[in-house]
């Protein structure tokens, strides 16, 4: 079993920047990728940030050039810097965790809300 914590969420305004993080406890040795979902109201939940146990990363389109995954191995964090925000990056951020068995299911977080005011 793998846990998943997420902090940072917060109110800011358009054009600030926020860091989220997600330590995670348990099984870390089964973790294959590690990466940050997002489900804004009315929506369906969407990738925005994955970096594999290798480090190769992959963002959304929407967010290239403005949000960075990053991991610190050491402590068992994965942090999502968001910059240049925009009013639609306005969700609930999950961190999610995908299990190097075959058919495991993905472990997720409770969630952080971020909310970016126009």
């Known amino acids: 079993q793998v846990q998943l914590v997420e902090s940072g969420g917060g109110l800011v305004q358009a054009g600030g920047s926020l860091r989220l993080s997600c330590a995670a406890s348990?099984?870390?040795?089964?973790?294959?990728?590690t990466g940050w979902y997002r489900q804004a109201p009315g929506k369906q939940r969407e990738l925005v940030a994955v970096?594999?146990?290798?480090?190769?990363?992959n963002y959304a389109d929407s967010v290239k050039g403005r949000f960075t995954i990053s991991r610190d191995s050491a402590k068992n964090m994965v942090y999502l810097q968001m910059n240049s925000l925009k009013p639609e990056d306005t969700a609930v951020y999950y961190c999610?965790?995908?299990?190097?068995?075959?058919?495991?299911?993905?472990?997720w977080g409770q969630g952080t809300q971020v909310t970016v005011s126009s």
């Open positions: 999610n965790a995908r299990s190097i068995v075959v058919g495991r299911p993905d472990y």
């Open positions: 348990g099984s870390i040795f089964s973790i294959r990728a």
């Open positions: 970096i594999t146990s290798g480090g190769s990363t």
